[in-house]
C-alpha cells in the first residue's frame, strides 16, 4: 500500500491504496463517488470515462500511480446546484434510458465541447466513439451534445457582444407533468 495525493473534483484527497489499483476503483471504492461505471474493464464501453487535466480518459486502465493532474468526475461537473449545459441538455432530450454508460457519455461529451464549442455531427460521433449505449440513444445523445454547444456559442457570442444580459444559463428546472391545463 502507499498513499496518493490526488486532486478529485477541485479537492484535495488522500489515498492509501495499491499503486496498481485503477483509478476508477479507487473513485468508486476508498471515495465513495460511484458516478463513473465498471463496463468492460479494457477501456472499450467508456462507462468508466472521466477528465484527467482536462482530458476524457478510462479510469478503468489507469492504476493510480500514473495519475497526473486533477481529476474530475461527473459528480464535480456541476456548479454547486447549477447543472451543467450538457446534464440540462441531457434532461431536455430525454437522453438516459436506463442510465448506466450516462456518466461517461455525458464526461466524453463535456471533453468535446471544451476543446471545440461548435461540433459537427462528424466530430460528435468521433469524439463518442467508444462510448457504448446499450439502449441505443445515440441520436438523442448528440441532439443533447448541439443543445449544449448552442450554450456555449450563445456565451461566447455574449462575452464578445458585452451582453450580459444573453449569458445566461440554461433552465435546468424540472416540471412535472400533471395533466391539467395550464
Same mark, same amino acid.
Given at each position: 500500500?502507499?498513499?496518493?495525493?490526488?486532486?478529485?473534483?477541485?479537492?484535495?484527497?488522500?489515498?492509501?491504496?495499491?499503486?496498481?489499483?485503477?483509478?476508477?476503483?479507487?473513485?468508486?471504492?476508498?471515495?465513495?463517488?460511484?458516478?463513473?461505471?465498471?463496463?468492460?474493464?479494457?477501456?472499450?464501453?467508456?462507462?468508466?470515462?472521466?477528465?484527467?487535466?482536462?482530458?476524457?480518459? *478510462?479510469?478503468?486502465?489507469?492504476?493510480?500511480?500514473?495519475?497526473?493532474?486533477?481529476?474530475?468526475?461527473?459528480?464535480?461537473?456541476?456548479?454547486?446546484?447549477?447543472?451543467?449545459?450538457?446534464?440540462?441538455?441531457?434532461?431536455?432530450? &430525454?437522453?438516459?434510458?436506463?442510465?448506466?454508460?450516462?456518466?461517461?457519455?455525458?464526461?466524453?461529451?463535456?471533453?468535446?465541447?471544451?476543446?471545440?464549442?461548435?461540433?459537427?455531427?462528424?466530430?460528435? &460521433?468521433?469524439?463518442?466513439?467508444?462510448?457504448?449505449?446499450?439502449?441505443?440513444?445515440?441520436? *438523442?445523445?448528440?441532439?443533447?451534445?448541439?443543445?449544449?454547444?448552442?450554450?456555449?456559442?450563445?456565451?461566447?457570442?455574449?462575452?464578445? &457582444?458585452?451582453?450580459?444580459?444573453?449569458?445566461?444559463?440554461?433552465?435546468?428546472?424540472?416540471?412535472?407533468?400533471?395533466?391539467?391545463?395550464?
Amino acid at each position: 500500500m502507499s498513499k496518493y495525493k490526488l486532486v478529485i473534483n477541485g479537492e484535495a484527497r488522500e489515498v492509501d491504496v495499491s499503486p496498481n489499483m485503477p483509478l476508477l476503483w479507487v473513485l468508486r471504492d476508498k471515495l465513495k463517488l460511484t458516478g463513473a461505471k465498471y463496463g468492460c474493464g479494457i477501456a472499450q464501453c467508456g462507462a468508466c470515462t472521466v477528465h484527467m487535466d482536462g482530458v476524457a480518459v *478510462r479510469s478503468c486502465v489507469i492504476p493510480v500511480a500514473a495519475v497526473s493532474g486533477p481529476v474530475t468526475t461527473i459528480e464535480g461537473l456541476a456548479q454547486g446546484n447549477t447543472l451543467h449545459p450538457l446534464q440540462s441538455a441531457w434532461i431536455e432530450h &430525454d437522453v438516459p434510458q436506463c442510465g448506466y454508460c450516462q456518466a461517461g457519455q455525458i464526461m466524453s461529451a463535456a471533453a468535446l465541447l471544451a476543446a471545440n464549442s461548435q461540433p459537427t455531427d462528424a466530430d460528435i &460521433d468521433g469524439a463518442m466513439a467508444g462510448n457504448y449505449c446499450r439502449c441505443g440513444t445515440y441520436i *438523442r445523445i448528440r441532439a443533447a451534445i448541439h443543445t449544449a454547444a448552442s450554450f456555449y456559442n450563445a456565451a461566447d457570442n455574449s462575452a464578445a &457582444d458585452n451582453s450580459a444580459a444573453d449569458n445566461r444559463a440554461p433552465d435546468t428546472s424540472l416540471s412535472i407533468a400533471t395533466g391539467a391545463a395550464e
